[in-house]
């Protein structure tokens, strides 16, 4: 089974309607005005991937927190982030300064915080409107360099499929970009068709 450029403009959409509720909770959780916005979601091969990073992003000093998910859908969901843009987020959101002595020990933690809202809510966002049941771990936060972060989720290679979205945090004018990445298993190819399949005979978005 293919994921088809219709199912594609659904999960953009369903990501989409991820995205808004991401951004009231974050609006809520900073006291700030936060707005997200995902563009285009296309999928991707590993080596493509991999590709996008070396012509878009620092290879280097990463900052990422993945969210794995097991059920009907199974995967892992992460966001990626520069160094740059992972201090500003979090010195937004706490007020703190890099040139506090426990700042890396903060900004796990926030950066921890954030990701789990902004995955929980994009992952939740089609587990909900395809009605199915996901199960999720607790956010892993990491550093380093593009392969480390990347070398668990790409080892499975050929066996499912890559999402990727760029997202754009903007936090009273500041600057922030983010990449979301989606991996589903193989296994869970067939399902997830499935489901979009019956989203999309069902009405839809019009019947929402």
Do not use: C, W
Request: aromatic share 8%.
């Amino acid at each position: 089974m293919e994921i088809t450029s219709e199912h594609i403009d659904v999960i953009q959409e369903m990501i989409n309607i991820g995205v808004g509720q991401a951004a009231n909770l974050l609006n809520s959780l900073s006291g700030k005005h936060v707005k997200l916005s995902v563009p285009i979601v296309q999928i991707i091969t590993p080596e493509q991937l991999l590709d996008f990073f070396k012509n878009h992003s620092v290879l280097d000093n990463l900052s990422s927190v993945t969210l794995t998910f097991s059920g009907p859908l199974s995967g892992s969901s992460k966001l990626i982030f520069s160094t740059e843009s992972a201090s500003k987020l979090v010195m937004a959101f706490t007020d703190q300064t890099q040139d506090e002595l426990d700042f890396d020990e903060i900004q796990a933690e926030t950066l921890s915080e954030i990701g789990n809202i902004v995955l929980n809510s994009l992952v939740g966002s089609l587990a909900n409107l395809l009605n199915i049941n996901l199960n999720y771990s607790i956010p892993l936060y990491l550093t380093g360099t593009i392969d480390q972060i990347l070398s668990a989720d790409l080892s499975f290679k050929d066996d499912g499929i890559i999402l990727l979205a760029r997202t754009h945090f903007s936090i009273e004018s500041l600057a922030i970009e983010g990449d979301f990445i989606l991996f589903i298993d193989l296994k869970s190819v067939p399902d997830f068709v499935k489901s979009l399949d019956k989203f999309i005979q069902e009405g839809g978005f019009f019947t929402k």
